[in-house]
């Protein structure tokens, strides 16, 4: 018999191994970088790692077509054709910095407010606001205004945390599990692996989402609601609650504001809570039958009281959510729900929170120093993202929703919603905004933060906005995350002041990252009446040739994530968990390589080598030299405060975590480590962590707290009433008159629901259907649609249609169609679905490519098949009776209202390509190969 061969059933992939953190998404997953012969072979999940544990998705292990993108920079760039065009001379970094020195110094010496420097999804977001601040413009935000900030500032505001990064469900102990408006592309992986967990113990998931994919489509319960409705649905959850008295009084009286008494006499402080002498809010005393302070020895609120009129939050609660506008019966209609749906989910709310109570034996003290010998949890735990925010009624509906979760009292308890730290952090535990600049000088303060009242709008003498996109304004006073959508048509009408440089990080605003692209790119492009650019000058960072890049009048391009350090800190977005305290880092696992040109550099270091040579204060010493030597070096070395700096890990001699000196060999540790550092809360602190003693200790010994600070939950938001006294004519800091009606409206301290804005103002009959967005699970940043791996999944979008529509219009397959929207109209292929609202038409967001961008073939389907749903999306509502036109925005944050599009859809000529179509930009970088191969050494 002859002998049969020796095979290597499992050859080795690689020759070296390189633990980092991935960057394809914002879940920053832990990942094993393989190496061969020095180059990057193959990624996958690190088993390890707190976040991921080893769960790697299509984007994570595409990152190798990231990193060796053909459409990477390669050096800086000078602008020598027509903004635009992408017609550029490449030039060295001398050069490229010298260049920003000179447009920039002598604007920090005269007018610093006329640098707008904005960044998109990078993850660096402390550091780039700490440089803004030291240079002194109040022009600094990232994408949040863009993204999700209703979420974000819905959920501080209420009570002191939100979804993802502040907090995330009890995965192992939660029963049923209700998700609002969430797609594939936010928290990916921990979704799927809790939503595992879920199946495996035939936990129930009750998807609430107009269009029916991933997540949904696994859900046991789907409601397709009509798009801007979720608040209605939440609100009739809560009334249907509140009339079978299936609320955790306990809960409430204990660690929220319900019992507090409301001022309701006529006059500055109706509205507001009856306070003592001292400040401190009042309840009624059961034991006195007389008002005391919330926080008084023994005192025992009675939560349904009234004193003289004055009348409890719960009170106020049941009169407006028990009326009969808030019954199923009444909402079903317009959220397209069914009114038996709507009663029976609620009542398996109520039912698993109360019949299926979790107990744990675990003693803890809460802040009143009371012993407690149980942990009782409502295994009921809720999960949200953009598609309910997105929307101008976004910041309410979200408000909603931890209402709901408030009165069932699944917050931070066992089997429920749980932060993660440094969350808890209610708004006063956060900074207030600061504005006010000076010539030569830093900012007085940090850009964002949450406003408690009118006098912490950021407004000049004369009732101007400070800022360029004119967050923290009357018109969006709680806009948390700035408002980057507005920041290129705001300088554009120079309203409220021209700027000088439009200073951009990782920020696609010429595409994808804007409403009305189109008009956003002549805004780039538009000259006054001397033939000069309306916007001066604009500086870009981003690590590859994007429609941005060409809109650039100088370019300093950034590496890929394998080539760099970062910092994923406490200070920033945090990938804690909720049992633990974590951060972790990016490292070069290799070093950048663009044989023969100048070469790229990460952009933080590059950042703070700009910022030494303006001097700016805390990038150099008292010689005036760089005080880092790169931003590893400023990760180590920086302190925000004594002993806390962006790492938590190892810090001091090594042993110490969170609030300690800086140890040099800081990084080492975090590299040995796999690439980041966890430290586990204790059992008796991992639950009630607003008011529970162990925990805020351990928050204070840790640096993320420099005092315990116990707080209660917010079902009744008093900045809001602030805001509506002044509306109402009170106070020395008053609202223009034509924003007095809507403040009074819409900035209600309960949370309530009032049609979309966009919606309200178009005509039904014209715009019958809803028209979405959604970023596909391979797609996050617009980065994914240049990378040859996940360009197979979505290599073109068509626009989805329901059946009822595909088939009034005799649509059939392979067809093409109009969109039409009162800003305008866009040509593009669509496809039947049948798991979708029946008055809703979607598609994947960031596929579509203008042409010669991300070296791709400008006939590349991206550009030929590919289409925006932004060209329909105005940033400004249709004017007024008074000619006035406000942003497109939730009127509480600012939030882009992207959901809020309405259109009508109309057969168009068969075949392509998609309109409207921008014209071809050049390339910089040349056109990638056509196909796709990876060689490395002893790879034939």
Known sequence: MPQQPVLDLSPPVSDAVHRTTCYMCACRCGINVHMKAGKVAYIEGNRDHPVNRGVLCAKGSAGIMQHLSPARLRAPLKRVGPRG???????SWDEALQTAVDWLKPLRETAPEKLAFFTGRDQSQSFTGWW?????TPNWAAHGGFCSVNMAAAGIYTMGGSFWEFGQPD??????????????????NPIKMGLGKLKARVARVIAVNPVRTGYNAIADDWLAITPGTDGLLILALIHELMRAGKIDLDYLIR????????????????????RDGTGTPLVLDRRTGEPAPWNAPGVRPDPGAEWQGHQTVLRHMATRYLAPDHAPDAVAARCGIPAERIRAIAAELARVAFEEEITLDRPWTDFRGERHTQMIGRPVAFHAMRG??????????????????????????????RFKPPYPKPPEGHPRPHGRSQPGQPLDGPHLGYPLGPDDLLLTDTGAPIRIDKAFTWENPLSAHGMMHMVISNAHAGDPYPIDTLFLYMANMAWNSSMNTGAVMRMLTDTDAAGDYVIPRIIVSDAYSSEMVAFADLVLPDTTYLERHDCISL?????????????AIRWPVVAPDRPGHEGVRPFQSVLLDLGARLGLPGMVDDAGQPKFRDYADYIVNHERRPGVGPLAGWRGDGTASGRAAPNPAQLDRYIENGGFFADHIPEEAQFFKPWNAAYQDWAVERGLMDKPAPYLFNLYLEPLRRFQLAAEGHGTRQPPEHLRARIRQTLDPLPLWYPP????????????????TQRPAAMYHSWGSQNAWLRQIHGMNPLYVPKSVWLDHGFAEGDWAWLISPHGRIRLPVARMDALNDHTVWTWNAIGKRAGAWALDPAAPEVEKGFLLNHLIHELLPPKGDGLRWSNSDPVTGQAAWYDLRVRIAKAPEGGPVAPRAATQASPVGRGPARVALKTEGTP
């Open 85 to 91: 065009s992408g017609e550029f001379r490449e030039i």
């Open 132 to 136: 803004a601040q030291a240079y002194g």
């Open 171 to 188: 995965w192992d102990r939660t029963k049923l599990f209700m998700i609002f408006g969430v797609a594939e592309d936010h928290d990916s």
């Open 255 to 274: 660690y929220t504001n319900a019992p507090f008494l409301v001022n309701t006499e006529d006059g500055p402080e109706k509205g507001l809570f009856l």
């Open 388 to 417: 309910i925010s997105a929307h101008s009624n976004g910041f309410q509906t979200c408000r909603a929703l931890h209402v709901l979760q408030i009165l069932l009292g699944s917050v931070d308890t066992p089997g429920g919603f």
């Open 571 to 583: 200070l920033d977005r945090p990938i804690c968990e909720a049992d633990a305290m974590a951060d």
């Open 757 to 772: 804005f966009e919606e309200a103002a178009t005509d039904p009959a014209d715009y019958p259907l809803h028209a979405l």
